[in-house]
Nanobody
C-alpha cells in the first residue's frame, strides 16, 4: 500500500504561482494513476487534474485548464501540480490520490489519499 504526503501549499496573492508536490512512500508511485482534488470550505471535494501511470495522459477540470499543469517524476516517486494565475476561487485544501486502476477518474473513488495541503489565494 502506498502512503501519500502533499506539500507546497501556502498563502499567495491573486496571479501568483505555486507548485504542489505529492510524494509517495511504501510503493512506487509509478504503479498508480494519480489525481489532484480540492475541497473549499463548505464545498464538496472536486477533481482538479489527473495523470496516467507513465504520464502520457492528463486531464483537467475546466476551471483550471490552461492555468494548472500536472506532471510526475516516477524516479523521484513524486507527482506535481504546477498552479499559475491563481484566483481566490482556487482557495481550498488540495489532496492527491492514487489508484491502481489504469483510468483517470474524475470522481473521488481513488484507493489512497494524502492528508492535504492548504492553498489560500487573497485579492
Amino acid at each position: 500500500q502506498v502512503q501519500l504526503v502533499e506539500s507546497g501549499g501556502g498563502s499567495v496573492q491573486v496571479g501568483d504561482s505555486l507548485r504542489l508536490s505529492c510524494e509517495a512512500s511504501g510503493r512506487t508511485i509509478g504503479a498508480y494513476t494519480v489525481g489532484w482534488f480540492r475541497q473549499g470550505a463548505g464545498k464538496e471535494r472536486e477533481f482538479v487534474a489527473g495523470i496516467s501511470r507513465m504520464g502520457g495522459g492528463a486531464y483537467y477540470a475546466d476551471s483550471v485548464k490552461g492555468r494548472f499543469t500536472i506532471s510526475r517524476d516516477n524516479a523521484k516517486n513524486t507527482v506535481y501540480l504546477q498552479m499559475s494565475s491563481l484566483k481566490p476561487e482556487d482557495t481550498a485544501v488540495y489532496y492527491c490520490a492514487a489508484d491502481s486502476r489504469s483510468i483517470i477518474m474524475r470522481s473521488p473513488k481513488y484507493d489512497f489519499w494524502g492528508r492535504g495541503t492548504q492553498v489560500t489565494v487573497s485579492s
